[in-house]
C-alpha cells in the first residue's frame, strides 16, 4: 500500500504522534492507526488535511490515495486486470 507506507514515513520523519494526527483529522487515534496499518480507508477530505500537516503536496497524497484504490478494485481480477487499466488510461487521455 503507497498511500499508508507514505504517510508513516512521513510520519515518523517529523516525529508526530498518531494522536496529534487523529485530532488534526477529527478521529481517534485507534481509528488514525487503521488508517496508517491499511485496516481502514482514508476519506478524501481527510488526504488535504494530512498534506498540510506533513508540508507536502496534496498531489502527491492522493495520487498514491488514489492508487491504493484503484488496485483495492482491480485486485481480484487478475486475469483483466492489465487490460482494465490500459483501457482506463486511454479513457483518461480523451477525457483531459
Keep these: 500500500m503507497?498511500?499508508?507506507e507514505k504517510i508513516k514515513e512521513l510520519?515518523?520523519?517529523?516525529q508526530m504522534p498518531q494522536r496529534l494526527l487523529a485530532?488534526?483529522?477529527?478521529?481517534d487515534t485507534a481509528t488514525y492507526c487503521k488508517i496508517e496499518k491499511g485496516e481502514r480507508k482514508a476519506k478524501k477530505e481527510q488526504i488535504l488535511i494530512l498534506s498540510e500537516m506533513?508540508?507536502?503536496?496534496?498531489?502527491t497524497l492522493l495520487t498514491l490515495w488514489l492508487a491504493d484504490k484503484v488496485?483495492?478494485?482491480?485486485?481480484?481480477?487478475?486475469q483483466v486486470a492489465s487490460g482494465a487499466l490500459s483501457m482506463a488510461a486511454e479513457n483518461l487521455k480523451r477525457v483531459n
Design 23 to 27: 485530532t488534526a483529522l477529527g478521529i
Design 54 to 59: 506533513f508540508h507536502i503536496e496534496t498531489s
Design 71 to 78: 488496485t483495492d478494485i482491480v485486485s481480484n481480477e487478475h
Design 2 to 4: 503507497l498511500f499508508t
Design 11 to 14: 510520519r515518523i520523519q517529523l
